[in-house]
């Protein structure tokens, strides 16, 4: 998955245990002003539409929107933000076979290139001194990409979904936390913590403050503040990043609102084609839909 990482559980053993040690932070927040309509830049080409989300002082936000070739007065939505994985699949293309399959049934997909699309971003790109900051600015890009994809879109808001996949899935665990628009999730191979992750690589000066702060971001109280209506979670059962005990913690901070678990024979890629089919089937069957 990240090339040049060795997995360390030691190390997330021991800023377990520095947490303890360390005073609270103070909640964080994701509220943000929306843009105006030339803060966005699209064009048009063979995939879809093409964007660019400007904000000032923000990373831009880019991305495609899959359309369906049937006109619709509403159609269902699909949020799909990427995985930290193979350079190949670490932007938007990770989920486009999904987004085409799909769209005949109706579906329209927004497809974006988060931070670590670029390469080495884990290793060169983060710093654990913006790694709280960047978190927040993430989600808040995410609800910017909803606001054009609301607009460009024609969604109808009761059949909106989220598809993450490792940070994908936890930067989504939070935005479910703090907008109700997407009702619909589904959560692949995510961790319970930021820290756990990030302490495999560049490490924080002082990583008791270091995980104190980052442990505002711990995913277990945000999963069940969620607003959507259905979870899809998806593990894999020989992913070295993530342990089936973890998965099934993940699991049990749900909601047990129409709540799906499934563990696959595969590893933190779930590359597999079960993996695809249930996760289209899923989503078509929750948007109402059938397969074309």
Known sequence: MRAGLIVLLISAAIAATCRSA????PTPTFTYVPLPPNAVQFSHDVIGVKFSI???GEVPVTGVVVRPLKVRPKYPGVLWVHWLGEPATSNRTEFLSDAQALAPSGVVSMLVDMPWSK???FATGRSPDRDASDTIGEVIALRRALDFFSEVAKLDPTRLAYVGHDFGAMDGALLLAV?????????MT???SFWEWFLLGAQPADPAAYVDRMSAFDLPPWLAR???????????KND??????TAASFRNAVPDRDRTFKMYDA?????????YDDRRAWLLAHFGLTTK
């Open 119 to 121: 390469p080495d971003w």
């Open 240 to 245: 070295i990043y993530v342990s089936r005990a």
């Open 22 to 25: 360390a005073a609270a932070e």
């Open 179 to 187: 907008d109700d628009r997407p009702q619909f999730a589904v959560l």
């Open 226 to 236: 969620g607003h959507q209506r259905a979870t899809l979670l998806q593990f894999g």
């Open 267 to 275: 590893d933190h890629a779930l590359d597999i084609p079960a993996a």
């Open 190 to 192: 995510p961790t319970l």
């Open 54 to 56: 400007r904000a000032n």
